[in-house]
């Protein structure tokens, strides 16, 4: 990651985003990191860092975060906002945060839609997997080897 520039910092970032529903607490944030540590993305994926994401806001890191894919990571599970020690809600603050990118034109306004739906085809791989994996372990490991490259 790059050094951060000062004159890059869009101090305005953090008020426009605490004015969204669910991002009135973001400035409460202490850095536990509870929410990273209890998120599942971020389990199989260290480049998804909730708390990273806030201190990001909290500094100005408007483009930087409103065009990152990163964002999109997100499976909208809940398991940070009902963690939090300061109420911080995160996942609304994924909301806000994929709503203004969207609005600042730095993601397709298609995007939120097709985001919702990959979500649902990967719920749909896991539930034909687990089936296989319950009743046939032959078909569940072609299946396994089939998908291992999109797992990398
Ligand atoms: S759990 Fe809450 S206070 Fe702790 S880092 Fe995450 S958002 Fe901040
Ligand atoms: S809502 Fe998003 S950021 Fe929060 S724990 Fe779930 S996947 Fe992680």
Known sequence: MEAIDGK???????????AHAGGE???????????????PVSEID??????????????????????SPVLWRCV???SCTAKCP?????????????????EEGLAEATLPDEVEELG????????????????DRAK???MKKELAPLAE
């Open 25 to 39: 607490n973001l400035k409460l944030c202490f850095a536990c990191g509870t929410c990273t540590a209890g998120c």
């Open 8 to 18: 890059d910092l869009d101090p305005r970032f953090k008020y426009d985003v605490a």
């Open 46 to 67: 260290p480049e998804f860092n909730p708390r990273l994401i806030i201190r990001q806001v909290l500094l100005g890191m408007r483009k930087e975060v409103l065009s």
């Open 140 to 142: 569940y490991d072609a």
């Open 120 to 135: 649902r085809f990967a719920q749909r791989v896991r539930r034909n997997l687990v089936n296989a994996l319950v009743s």
């Open 86 to 102: 300061q109420n911080v809600k995160f996942r609304e603050i994924v909301r806000a945060l994929r709503e203004m990118a969207v």
């Open 76 to 78: 909208q599970c809940y």
